[in-house]
C-alpha cells in the first residue's frame, strides 16, 4: 500500500516562501516519477511540477521561476520550493506517484493547504 503524506503549508504573505514536502513509502521511490499538483477552490486541480527518476523536471508556466521541485530518493521525499509567492497560488497542493511527466497515477495524499493573504 503506496501512502504520501504532504507536509509545509500554512499561511503566508504575498512575496514570501514555503517549502513542501512528501513522503513517499510503499514503493520503489527513486525509480518513481512524482509531481505535485494543486486545486483552488471552484477550479480544477492542475499540475505544477513533476521530477523524474533522473531529476530531469517540468514546471507550469504559472509558477515557472518561483517554484523548484526536487526530490530526496534517501528519504524517499520529494519537495515543492515556493518562492514571490502570490495570492492565486492559494490552494490545496497534493503531491503524486505519476505515470509520465504530466499523468498521475491517481493516487493521492491528503494534501496540504496553503493560503496566500496579507
Known amino acids: 500500500q503506496v501512502q504520501l503524506v504532504e507536509s509545509g503549508g500554512g499561511l503566508v504573505q504575498p512575496g514570501g516562501s514555503l517549502r513542501l514536502s512528501c513522503a513517499a513509502s510503499?514503493?520503489?521511490?527513486?525509480?518513481?516519477?512524482m509531481g505535485w499538483y494543486r486545486q483552488a477552490p471552484g477550479k480544477q486541480r492542475e499540475l505544477v511540477a513533476s521530477?523524474?527518476?533522473?531529476?530531469?523536471?517540468y514546471t507550469a508556466d504559472s509558477v515557472k521561476g518561483r517554484f523548484t521541485i526536487s526530490r530526496d530518493n534517501a528519504k524517499n521525499t520529494v519537495y515543492l520550493q515556493m518562492n514571490s509567492v502570490k495570492p492565486e497560488d492559494t490552494a490545496v497542493y497534493h503531491c503524486?506517484?505519476?505515470?509520465?511527466?504530466?499523468?498521475?497515477?491517481?493516487?493521492w495524499g491528503p494534501g496540504t493547504q496553503v493560503t496566500v493573504s496579507s
Open positions: 521530477i523524474n527518476s533522473g531529476g530531469i523536471t
Open positions: 503524486s506517484r505519476m505515470v509520465s511527466w504530466s499523468v498521475s497515477l491517481g493516487s
Open positions: 510503499g514503493t520503489i521511490f527513486s525509480m518513481t516519477t
